[in-house]
């Protein structure tokens, strides 16, 4: 049994009622938790504070998502490119806003889980000083690789600036995750990266991204319902490939535009559409590139859609183009669905799918051999219900009752050895005690 007198602050540098990945894992983990009889409570960016239990937990739904601010900063290369920095107003009130609510909460063992190395590891060191409280520090994804992908695509003395303060940040930041309990990463890639920085072996988990399979078949629509829904009725004989995700460099849907593009020009007879999910400061470079190869017939841009994994049965293929993953939730869903899927061949993606048995995995700097992948699951509908089987059963793997237990044992040791080292911990004046 969980005590319930355990405060979990769960805290990020993003929006609690985000698009992004990051926003619903947290939302799955605060749902997660506060069912295991934790008390959760969610700082988020500019110090956002919203208390967590199984009655609100409903409130959180995608009609909170504010569309034309996502766009916005979609669509801004600045704001992306400051991303994984800390952002000054957001440590200042997050900070402020915490130390009011532990005042408050002076009875309760505490715990701090943070969720990016940015606002939030700031805060969670300065407030784990104050009052000497635990902190874990959950890294999603792969973010100093990311940046790097962002900012190299062009020359300009803006990004080299960024990527300057990027690094220079990247060396505070392993110094203060040095001072947390726990380190837990998406896959053994960006675990190995951080124990080459200096941080103890024993201090990294990996703990992988999770769905929640029972709400994700329950409201997972029918292929004719979805495809009526996105406004895509059925053809006979047409494939439909999809992208769902962020329309980030890092995604590298770039590669799965000139590949369809090869591919409608090389066979021009191929019944095939591409249906594209999702928004970024890549549209207008990818929406170039569909008419330079002539394909604006066959290209859909669907934009970003609130839960888009309800789609995934109006389409055929899942492509996953991605130069740099942690653990993919888009990847995990489609596994979920059944879908026959092609992936790229990347240590973060070969930790979950095995090349030929649950997916097609293509160098993701290749738009032939990806136009390859394509074609050979075009011609061979057997081989894309053997992969789409193959990847629902091993999508099990993945599911909220595997992998967050993981988390809160994570807790039930921080708290162990806190109350250990207090123990261990003299306050006796004798000069004669042994425990000095």
């Known amino acids: 049994m969980v005590n319930t007198a355990m405060l979990i602050y769960l805290i990020t540098g993003s929006e609690v009622y985000g698009a992004g990945g990051d926003s619903r894992y947290i939302r799955e983990l605060a749902s997660y938790l506060s069912s295991a009889g934790f008390c959760i409570k969610i700082i988020s960016r500019m ?17 909170n998502i504010n569309r034309k601010k996502l766009r916005e900063h979609d669509s801004s290369s600045l704001y992306f490119m400051l991303s994984h920095l800390p952002n000054p107003l957001t440590t200042i009130l997050g900070t402020l806003m915490l130390v009011r609510d532990i005042k408050n909460e002076r009875n309760s063992k505490k715990i ?7 606002s939030s590891l700031l805060i969670a060191f300065v407030i784990s000083k104050i009052f000497n409280i635990p902190f874990l520090v959950q890294i999603h994804g792969f973010p100093i690789k990311e940046q790097q992908i962002k900012l190299t695509r062009e020359n300009s003395l803006l990004n ?19 001072r947390c309990v726990m380190l ?19 201090k990294l988990e990996v703990v992988p991204s999770a769905v929640n399979l029972i709400e994700f078949t329950r409201h997972l629509l029918s292929e004719n319902k979805a495809r009526k829904c996105l406004g895509f009725p059925s053809l006979k004989n047409t494939i439909d490939i999809g992208f769902v995700g962020g329309l980030k460099p890092e995604k590298n849907a770039e590669t799965l535009v000139k590949a369809f593009g090869k591919l409608i020009r090389d066979i021009p ?8 999910i999702g928004d ?42 991605s130069l740099s993953e942690g653990c993919p939730l888009a990847l995990l869903e489609a596994m979920a669905c059944g879908k026959a899927i092609i992936a790229s061949d ?28 394509i074609l050979k699951l075009y011609h061979n509908s057997e081989l894309r219900r053997e992969l789409g089987e193959n ?12 992998v967050f237990p993981k988390i809160v044992k994570a807790y039930q040791e921080v708290l162990r050895n806190k109350i250990l080292n207090k123990n261990n911990t003299c306050t006796c004046q004798s000069e004669g005690c042994l425990t000095r």
């Open 280 to 321: 970024g400061p890549m549209r207008l470079i990818l929406e170039e590139h569909i008419k330079e190869h002539g394909i604006n017939g066959c290209v859909f841009f669907l934009g970003y859609i609130p839960d888009a994994y309800r789609f995934l049965n109006a389409i055929d293929i899942f492509v996953l183009p």
């Open 269 to 276: 007879e191929l019944k095939a559409r591409l249906i594209i």
């Open 160 to 178: 080299d600036f960024v990527w300057f303060l990027t690094r220079t940040w990247h060396i505070i930041a392993i110094r203060l995750m040095k």
């Open 112 to 118: 701090i889980h943070i969720h990016d190395a940015t």
């Open 346 to 373: 990347i240590p973060a993606i070969r930790e979950i799918v095995e090349d030929g048995k649950e997916a097609l995995l293509f160098d993701p700097f290749s738009s032939d051999q990806l136009k390859e992948a």
């Open 391 to 402: 990847a629902k059963m091993k999508a099990r793997r993945y599911d909220i009752n595997v």
């Open 184 to 202: 837990l990463v998406n896959n053994k890639e960006v675990k190995s990266f951080y124990e080459a920085c200096g941080i103890p072996s024993e």
């Open 47 to 63: 110090g956002r504070f919203t208390s967590i239990n199984s009655e609100n937990l409903t409130a959180i739904k995608i009609g």
